[in-house]
């Protein structure tokens, strides 16, 4: 099994928590790998965007349930994303993240809270400036990036969204447009 080898040597055969993600790692076969991680100590978290419900997601350790928002121009199965929360049988942490790049986003975000109240919410700033395919070292506006973040701080603020955490996308701050991290 190629990615429990990877698994093994990121993480030097110490068990760790391994974060699944990128794409949408939910269409992966990836029940028997989190078995094997368990029977050896290690954890498992997986993001997906709520699109495709798998069993074995009441056998991870964390779920992080990101649909897409309006501005991705995709639209949320709202029945197929209650298949995907029904499948972790709340057995596993799980969590309703959200990315906001505008208004629309942020009214999306708010109706995704409101449907999963039981859920804790985190909110993200977008990546406004988001590479082509195969140009990772694309020009990203960490300042903009950084004034959506004040953006959207403020938005949940004067709304008094409490519940609601603010957070930037930690992958974008450290390693800006480059994919596979």
Avoid at 103 to 121: G, I, S, W
Avoid at 142 to 154: C, I, P, S, Y
Avoid at 161 to 167: D, G, T
Wanted: with cysteine.
């Amino acid at each position: 099994m190629m990615v429990w080898q990877k698994v093994i040597s990121f993480s030097g055969g110490q068990p760790v928590m391994v974060s699944l993600s990128g794409g949408n790692p939910a269409i992966q076969p990836l029940g028997r790998l989190i078995e094997r991680g368990h029977g050896e100590g290690y954890r498992f978290a997986l993001e997906t965007q709520g699109s495709v419900p798998k069993q074995w997601f009441a056998d991870l350790d964390v779920l992080v349930l990101s649909p897409k928002p309006p501005s991705s121009e995709m639209t949320t199965d709202w029945a197929v994303f209650d298949t995907c929360v029904e499948a972790a049988q709340d057995k596993p942490r799980m969590a309703l993240k959200l990315v906001v790049f505008d208004d629309d986003d942020y009214a999306y975000a708010k109706d995704a809270a409101a449907r999963y109240p039981q859920l804790p919410v985190y909110l993200q700033p977008g990546n406004h400036t988001p590479p082509l395919p195969g140009n990772e070292d694309a020009f990203i506006d960490m300042a903009g990036v950084m004034k959506r973040m004040e953006w959207l701080v403020e938005k949940v603020i004067r709304d008094r969204w409490f519940e609601a955490r603010v957070l930037p996308q930690l992958h974008v701050l450290l390693w800006g447009n480059k994919r596979g991290v």
